[in-house]
């Protein structure tokens, strides 16, 4: 929260390299960061006995209505020096069809958040074979997300799947990971740690 904070701190823009440079380096892995906390908390909340439709009403219903108000009001303030109807329209339905366009980017990862929800109870029936399969499978996505169309953030959903799968892993595993040796957890996260830097470079 703090670093996407810091990364929307408009008034603080410009050309000061200070400020190109910690920019560059939040986003360069803050959501993927996100995600990936998502995945685990995801994974952790999730109550198997409820059916497919119950789970699906109650996300719709917790994130589609602030998603909405937040959209609108974004669209109003848009276009509030020069109101005009159907621009005002153009932008609610871009929250619909292309997030990542029009006036209201900001709240894009709620609506990649609310795919990831709706995809987990097919998710946790895989086996673990096929779960490791789809986590490659992710890799190779994110690898080529930057040509998918952002229609249904589609470009986002392919580039930030492989860390909801990495926080559904970590949270499957956690058991273990709290009971491994220090020397264990250390060798374990050398692998994450070159991720990161590679992201930063």
């Not at 999730?46 to 974004?74: A, C, N, Q, S």
């Amino acid at each position: 929260i703090i670093l996407v904070v810091l990364g929307h701190h408009k008034f603080l823009r410009g050309y000061a390299d200070w400020y190109l440079a910690y920019d560059a380096i939040i986003y360069s892995f803050h959501m993927g960061f996100f995600m990936c906390i998502s995945g685990f908390l995801i994974k952790y909340s999730y109550h198997p006995d409820m059916t497919y439709w119950e789970y699906v009403k109650r996300k719709i219903k917790k994130f589609v209505p602030p998603y909405l108000i937040v959209g609108v009001i974004g669209a109003l303030i848009a276009n509030i020096s020069d109101f005009s109807l159907p621009r005002f329209i153009k932008d609610i339905a871009l929250l619909f069809y292309s997030p990542l366009d029009g006036e209201i980017q900001i709240i894009w990862y709620i609506y990649v958040l609310l795919i990831f929800y709706l995809i987990t109870p097919f998710i946790m029936k895989l086996s673990k074979k096929t779960f490791y399969v789809l986590l490659a499978l992710a890799v190779g996505m994110s690898c080529i997300s930057h040509v998918i169309p952002d229609i249904f953030c589609l470009s986002a959903i392919f580039r930030l799947f492989v860390f909801y799968l990495l926080g559904v892993l970590i949270c499957e595993h956690r058991d273990k990971i709290k009971t491994a040796k220090n020397q264990v957890l250390f060798y374990s996260s050398i692998p994450f740690l070159l991720f990161c830097v590679s992201c930063i470079w």
